[in-house]
Antibody, heavy 122, light 107 residues
Framework: EVQLVESGGGLVQPGGSLRLSCAAS????????MYWVRQAPGKGLEWVSG????????FYADSVKGRFTISRDPSENMLYLQMDSLRAEDAAVYYC???????????????WGKGTTVTVSS | DIQMTQSPSSVSASVGDRVTVTCQAS??????LAWYQQKPGKAPKLLIY???SLQGGVPSRFSGSGSGTDFTLTISSLQPEDFATYYC?????????FGGGTKVEIK
């Protein structure tokens, strides 16, 4: 069974850092583009970042560019999101998601984790 | 960036009703569009990709249409489990963008 499990969320002060993790199982991890998508409380979905199967290509939303870094560890089947200089508006549930086709350029997601909650407050 | 505008933001409907949700892109995206369903406290679920292709396991009462800038999600006969929020997403180019969502509520 394909499964994605996020962890690492929590309460952090404005300006602080947090690293989110996503454990992947049930599929050949390095074959698939992976994404992070977030949802602020009571709001809609916002795409955050994406990374190619082997990690050579990365993309970011303008709202997080220069502050967040996406990466992946193929030996551990892990996806990460390093979040620095956090702001109140970064508070959200963060989902990791995979694409359905093992090729670069696929930009929709067929499997999502349950999400991990990030709270930014002093 | 490509802006996605969904309408209506909410709709009240009864079981058995036909429900239509529209999504408009600020630039032409051919058929590079996906639709998701999200229930409270749950992750989104992929319903449709490439504007009209039904994801495996999704009931056939869901359908999608459109190309260019105007797209439609139709639920042909609303079922109790369909009450949820629906989002469109353009899959044409980065940054990926979602519509604001349409909440389908019980009348």
């Amino acid at each position: 069974e394909v499964q994605l499990v996020e962890s690492g969320g929590g309460l952090v002060q404005p300006g602080g850092s947090l690293r989110l993790s996503c454990a992947a199982s049930g599929f050949t991890f390095t074959n698939y583009v992976m994404y992070w998508v977030r949802q602020a409380p009571g709001k809609g979905l916002e795409w955050v970042s994406g990374i190619s199967g082997r990690g050579r290509s990365t993309f970011y939303a303008d709202s997080v560019k220069g502050r967040f870094t996406i990466s992946r560890d193929p030996s551990e089947n892990m996806l990460y999101l390093q979040m620095d200089s956090l702001r109140a508006e970064d508070a959200a549930v963060y989902y990791c998601a995979k694409t359905p086709i093992p090729t670069w350029g696929v930009t929709y997601m067929d499997v999502w984790g349950k999400g991990t909650t990030v709270t930014v407050s002093s | 960036d490509i802006q996605m505008t969904q309408s209506p933001s909410s709709v009240s409907a009864s079981v058995g009703d036909r429900v239509t949700v529209t999504c408009q892109a600020s630039h032409g995206i051919r058929t590079w569009l996906a639709w998701y369903q999200q229930k409270p406290g749950k992750a989104p679920k992929l319903l449709i990709y490439s504007a009209s292709s039904l994801q495996g396991g999704v009931p056939s009462r869901f359908s999608g249409s459109g190309s260019g800038t105007d797209f439609t999600l139709t639920i042909s006969s609303l079922q109790p489990e369909d009450f949820a929020t629906y989002y469109c997403q353009q899959t044409d180019s980065f940054p990926l963008t979602f519509g604001g969502g349409t909440k389908v509520e019980i009348k």
